[in-house]
C-alpha cells in the first residue's frame, strides 16, 4: 500500500489507535485516582470484586453485631448495678436479723428493727423493679413474690451466632426474704433464717451466684467486643491490600499518560496533513 495516498493516511491511523490506547489508560488511571479503588466495580475485575463485596459485608455484619453487644453490656451493667445495691441492702438487713434473733431484743425494740428490716426489703423491690435497661430486664418485675422475665440471647458475630444470658430470680430471692409477722415476732424463728440453710443466707448465696455470672458475662461481652473490632481491622486490611489503589504510582502514571495524550494528539495532527504535501507535486 502506498503511502503517498489521500484515500488511505497509514499514518494517521496508526496515530489514531496509539491515542486510543493512551486514553484508555489514561481513563483507567483516572478512575483509581478519583476512587481510590484499584477495584472500583466488577468492571475492572469480577473476581477480585466479588471477594471485596463479600468481606464488606463480614465487616457490615460484624459492625451491627458489635452493636447489639453494646445494647446488650448496658443491660448487663444495670443489672450488675442493682443486685451490688441489693447486695448492699441485704448486708444491712441481715444485721437485722442478728438483732431479731436475739431473745433479748423485745417491744418496741423490736418492732423497730422489724420497721427498718420492712423499709430495707422495699428498697430491696424497688431495686430489683428498676434494674432495666432499654425495656428490658434480667431481674423480672417484682410483684409480690412472682415476677416474669426471660433470657436473652444476644447475636455476637457476623454468622449470627449467639451468647446466652440467663436471668437472675429476682422474685425468688424477694419472696423468700419477705418474712411474715411471726418471724420477726419469734427470736427462734430470726434466727433458723440466717443459719447457713436458713431462706435468708440461700438467697445471699444465690444473690453473689447471679453477680458473679454477670461479672462472667460482661467480661465475655467485652472480649467479643474487642475480638470483633480486632477482626475488622484485618478484614479492613486484606480488603485495602485487594482493592485499594497504590496513588503515588498512579498519580506518576497519570502524569506520564497525560503527556502522552498531547503527544498523540500532536502525532494524529501531524499524520492528517501528511496528504496536504501531495498537493505540492501538482504546482
Sequence with gaps: MSLNSVNTNMGAMIALQSLNKTNNALAAVQKQVSTGYRVADATDDGAAYAVAQRVRSDVSSLTSANQQLGNVKGLISTTVSGLNDVSTLMKDMRDVMVKL??????????????????????????????????????????????????????????????????????SALYGAIKFGTTTFASATLSAAAITATGAFITALNSLGSGLNNYGAASKYVDNQITYNNDKIDSLNSGLGSLVDADLAKESAQLQSLQIRQQLGTQALSLANQAPQTLLSLFK
Design 101 to 170: 434473733a436475739d431473745g433479748n431484743t423485745i417491744g418496741s425494740q423490736r418492732a423497730q428493727y422489724t420497721a427498718q428490716y420492712k423499709t430495707d426489703l422495699a428498697n430491696v423491690k424497688s431495686d430489683l423493679q428498676d434494674a432495666a435497661y432499654n425495656g428490658k430486664t434480667l431481674i423480672g418485675n417484682i410483684t409480690g413474690s412472682a415476677g416474669a422475665f426471660g433470657n436473652v440471647a444476644v447475636v455476637r458475630n457476623e454468622a449470627a451466632a449467639t451468647y446466652g444470658i440467663a436471668t437472675f430470680g429476682g
